[in-house]
């Protein structure tokens, strides 16, 4: 039996937020101990906000900036490994190609480091923590 079917929309905050926001605050706040001040921050009403979504119900979300930068990918725990994060992924990479984004960047949480390099994203310099949690930075180019 193959994965279940999982869509993914791009909306703005102003229509992401009621579907996102739980979704990190499960994920950021609840799970990993990221204070609330510092997941909800300016970016978010500037970017653009990919929604997955399986049999209707929000299970995942992540954010493009308009400079390219990836980031808030979470998946709900229940949810994980059925293929959310890689239908985020590449509907915000689809997406930016299709906004004129050349360069795409992130800040990995050390686990998902593999992740993203099997999207062809490549890690480089220190690692860092940000909210308390190991990160690097990685970059991909199309």
Known sequence: MGRPTISVNILPWEQAQSQAYPIRLAVFI????????????????????????????????????????????????TCRRQGAASSLLNALIDFGRQQGIRQFYLYAQMEAIAFYENFG????????????IAHQAMTKTI
């Open 30 to 77: 609840k799970e990993q101990g990221v204070p609330e001040e510092l997941e909800l921050d300016e970016e978010d009403p500037l970017a653009w906000h990919a929604i997955a979504k399986l049999d209707g119900q929000a299970i995942g979300t992540a954010r493009l900036q308009k400079d390219g930068k990836i980031g808030r990918m979470a998946v709900t725990r």
């Open 121 to 132: 994203f490549t890690a480089s310099g220190p690692i860092f923590r940000e909210a308390g």
